[in-house]
């Protein structure tokens, strides 16, 4: 469903497998854009990551699976990340790889230590994938 974001701490590998399902490693996807540093960015990170991840997205996609997501949590690229997954989530299906803790069912904690650096939803747009065994 659009406009919601799910989220599996178990990889979904049949849905990985389906045509038109993208899988997009976000980590890697900004390592190789940004390789020197995040000032490589430019002053508007959030434009910039928000091309280099739609840049990877074959047309006529309608799901995503995004993988290694915490990244988007560095402070050092001053992203807002829950918009940035909102904005995907308006044009295709959005499946989060998640496997750090979940709070209250809308915040997304990459670093326990740090609770600050996470990404929070709406109630209601963060949604846990049920998944079969």
Same mark, same amino acid.
Request: glycine share 4%; with cysteine.
């Given at each position: 469903?659009?406009?919601?974001?799910?989220?599996?701490?178990?990889?979904?590998?049949?849905?990985a497998?389906?045509?038109?399902?993208?899988?997009?490693?976000?980590? *890697? $996807?900004?390592s190789?854009? #940004?390789?020197e540093?995040?000032?490589?960015?430019?002053?508007? *990170? !959030?434009?910039?990551?928000? =091309?280099?991840?739609?840049?990877? $997205?074959?047309?006529?996609s309608?799901?995503?699976?995004?993988?290694?997501?915490?990244?988007?949590?560095?402070?050092?690229?001053?992203?807002?990340?829950?918009?940035?997954?909102l904005?995907?989530?308006?044009?295709?299906e959005?499946?989060? !790889?998640?496997?750090?803790?979940v $709070?209250? =069912?809308?915040r997304?904690?990459w670093?326990? =230590?740090?609770?600050? #650096?996470?990404i929070?939803?709406?109630?209601? $747009?963060?949604?846990?994938?049920?998944?079969?065994?």
């Amino acid at each position: 469903m659009r406009n919601r974001i799910e989220y599996t701490d178990r990889y979904p590998e049949e849905l990985a497998a389906r045509p038109g399902f993208v899988v997009l490693d976000v980590g *890697s $996807i900004l390592s190789a854009t #940004y390789s020197e540093s995040p000032s490589d960015l430019s002053a508007d *990170s !959030y434009t910039a990551v928000s =091309a280099a991840l739609r840049h990877q $997205i074959p047309e006529g996609s309608k799901h995503l699976l995004l993988t290694n997501v915490g990244i988007l949590c560095e402070p050092e690229l001053h992203l807002n990340p829950s918009k940035l997954l909102l904005d995907l989530a308006l044009d295709f299906e959005v499946l989060l !790889y998640w496997t750090f803790p979940v $709070i209250n =069912a809308k915040r997304l904690v990459w670093d326990t =230590a740090a609770p600050q #650096y996470g990404i929070e939803f709406e109630p209601t $747009i963060l949604q846990r994938m049920e998944q079969q065994n």
